[in-house]
Every structure is written in structure tokens, then in C-alpha cells.
């Protein structure tokens, strides 16, 4: 099983319209993914699920999008030069031993030019050390307002053929 994360909790975000369009490319390669957006995240799992803490709320949430995931898509916002805290302490709340030996593939998001390359390296750093295999394919997406239509719907045909092709090789990776 797949799991495609948007990794910010800011509502109406743009990582959520990608990993959206994400969904629907892995559809058409004929794969059903779960969509994990990490606003749906429980409000306080950031002092009810840390440090062996856990609730029943954060635990449905593990055994529905993470445990039984095999592979993972991240979609990953650019917030001050680096990935948003929020995924951090997401990551700080889940045992590292679940995700050890699990593939990962990321597509970087900003509104600025750089396409979150650093933030998806800074991530990259973390993934390595808990034991996650990251896909040499990083996609940067730079300037994702000028790629989204009034309806939410990410539309620039360039980007569309490049995740297009991540999802391909992701998906025989
Ligand atoms: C807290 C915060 C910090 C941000 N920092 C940057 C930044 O360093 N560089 C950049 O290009 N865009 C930055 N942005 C803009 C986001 O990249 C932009 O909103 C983009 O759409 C991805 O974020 P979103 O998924 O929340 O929409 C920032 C946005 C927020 C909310």
C-alpha cells in the first residue's frame, strides 16, 4: 500500500491541491493510494502522542495511513527555507522502527523559485536516519501559484508530465 502525505496542516494549502493531483496520476497508473493530509492530524498529538504517549485518535490515524504502508510520496511545502515543523514533530511522534526499510519519493513546493530543494534535502538527511530508502528523484515545484487554475486544479502541463513520470518510476521502483 501507498501513502501520499501533504505535509503542511495550513488550510486551502497548495501541497494539498498537488498531492491531490499526485492521487489521481497513481489512479491512472491503475494504483489506489491513501491520502494522509496532515491537517486531519489530531490538534494536540503534539502533547497527547510524544515521547511513548499515545492516543486512540493518533493511533487509528497510524493504523490506517502509516503501519501498512509499504512506500511513501511526501509532498513537502517550502516554509522558511525548509520542510514545515509540523512534519517534524509528526515524525518525532511515531516509533522509528515502523517505517525502517520503507520507500519514499518527494516533491518539493513553493511559491518562490527554489521548489523546496533544500527542504527536500534537509528531509532526506531525516528519512536516511530513520532507515528510509528516499528516491533519487526529488521533484521540485517553483512558482506553484502560477500552476494552479481559480478551481484549485494544478494545471501547468511541464510539471503535470514531470510528476506524471515520478509517479512511473515510483511505482516500479
Ligand atoms: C510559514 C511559511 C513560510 C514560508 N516560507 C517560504 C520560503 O521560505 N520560500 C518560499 O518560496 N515560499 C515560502 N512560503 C510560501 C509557500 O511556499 C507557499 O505558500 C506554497 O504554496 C507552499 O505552501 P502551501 O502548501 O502552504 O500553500 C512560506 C509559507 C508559509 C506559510
Not at 36 to 45: A, G, Q, R, T
Request: hydrophobic letters at 40%; one cysteine or more; glycine letters at 6%.
Amino acid at each position: 500500500m501507498i501513502t501520499i502525505i501533504s505535509a503542511t496542516n495550513r488550510p486551502n494549502s497548495n501541497t494539498l491541491k498537488v498531492a491531490q493531483k499526485y492521487s489521481q496520476l497513481m489512479e491512472k497508473q491503475g494504483v489506489k493510494s491513501e491520502l494522509l493530509s496532515l491537517e486531519s492530524l489530531p490538534h494536540d498529538f503534539i502533547f497527547t502522542d510524544m515521547y511513548g504517549k499515545r492516543s486512540d485518535n493518533f493511533q487509528q490515524l497510524l493504523d490506517k495511513c502509516i503501519i501498512p504502508a509499504q512506500k511513501f510520496a511526501i509532498v513537502v511545502p517550502e516554509y522558511n527555507g525548509s520542510y514545515a515543523g509540523i512534519l517534524k514533530s509528526f515524525l518525532d511522534a511515531i516509533p522509528p522502527e515502523i517505517n525502517k526499510g520503507k520507500k519514499v519519493v518527494l516533491i518539493g513546493v513553493s511559491s518562490g523559485r527554489a521548489g523546496n530543494i533544500r527542504g527536500l534535502d534537509h528531509l532526506t538527511s531525516v528519512l536516511h536516519h530513520l532507515g528510509m530508502h528516499v528516491h533519487p528523484n526529488k521533484l521540485p515545484i517553483s512558482s506553484v501559484l502560477s500552476m494552479i487554475d481559480s478551481d484549485g486544479n494544478l494545471v501547468d502541463e511541464k510539471t503535470l508530465l514531470v510528476l506524471e513520470n515520478q509517479t512511473i518510476e515510483f511505482l516500479k521502483w
